[in-house]
T-cell receptor, first 115, second 113 residues
Framework: DTGVSQDPRHKITKRGQNVTFRCDPISEHNRLYWYRQTLGQGPEFLTYFQNEAQLEKSRLLSDRFSAERPKGSFSTLEIQRTEQGDSAMYLC?????????????FGSGTRLTVV | AQTVTQSQPEMSVQEAETVTLSCTYDTSENNYYLFWYKQPPSRQMILVIRQEAYKQQNATENRFSVNFQKAAKSFSLKISDSQLGDTAMYFC??????????FGAGTTVTVRA
């Protein structure tokens, strides 16, 4: 069990550029969650997957955001035409379906800075 | 929609003393789960303690304990014998049968030597 891995740890990009983040969950976890956390605030839910199916998307996830989990393993979160308001920590977490009520395992996050 | 409120943005405590963090939540459901997560500076979020709403007994994990008041929808965290390593941001979180966590805004705890 190597935990939840996120790559990159930090990303600085110019406004208008596209960025993609990757999350590798714990291998036997079939649920994967994406959250966004701005400075000094709690994480806000963005979307989650059960295996490869995206089951829910938050209203926070505008058309510029897309997430995939093509084979039910790793997931990517892409932000197109980045804006300064996208600057935040993007957190990935995973769990088993049947033990999700025991909490998630979080990754270390990807900190995005849009300049 | 569920909401989680943490009314204390910052708390400071002397090493070895006790600090209590407050959390209230809003739900119309009867069955749900409550959590406290710790996020140290620049490090990943880790689960501190968990409470099932149908259990009346308050959860305890070593120096961490909760006071769960279901009728009042209150879920406070007590850190006893505070240690320097307890310095972190603490988040109260809530989920129901969809197992989707909703978080409060967090409380920054600073333990002073």
């Amino acid at each position: 069990d190597t935990g939840v891995s996120q790559d990159p740890r930090h990303k600085i990009t110019k406004r208008g550029q596209n960025v993609t983040f990757r999350c590798d969950p714990i291998s036997e976890h079939n649920r994967l969650y994406w959250y966004r956390q701005t400075l000094g605030q709690g994480p806000e839910f963005l979307t989650y997957f059960q295996n490869e199916a995206q089951l829910e998307k938050s209203r926070l996830l505008s058309d510029r955001f897309s997430a995939e989990r093509p084979k039910g393993s790793f997931s990517t979160l892409e932000i197109q035409r980045t804006e300064q308001g996208d600057s935040a920590m993007y957190l990935c977490a995973s769990s088993r379906v049947l033990t999700a009520n025991y909490g998630y395992t979080f990754g270390s996050g990807t900190r995005l800075t849009v300049v | 929609a569920q909401t989680v409120t943490q009314s204390q943005p910052e708390m400071s405590v002397q090493e070895a003393e006790t600090v209590t963090l407050s959390c209230t939540y809003d739900t119309s459901e009867n069955n749900y789960y409550l959590f406290w997560y710790k996020q140290p500076p620049s490090r990943q979020m880790i689960l501190v303690i968990r409470q099932e709403a149908y259990k009346q007994q308050n959860a305890t994990e070593n120096r961490f304990s909760v006071n769960f008041q279901k009728a009042a929808k209150s879920f406070s965290l007590k850190i006893s014998d505070s240690q320097l390593g307890d310095t972190a941001m603490y988040f109260c979180a809530f989920c129901q049968s969809d197992y989707k966590l909703s978080f409060g805004a967090g409380t920054t705890v600073t333990v002073r030597a």
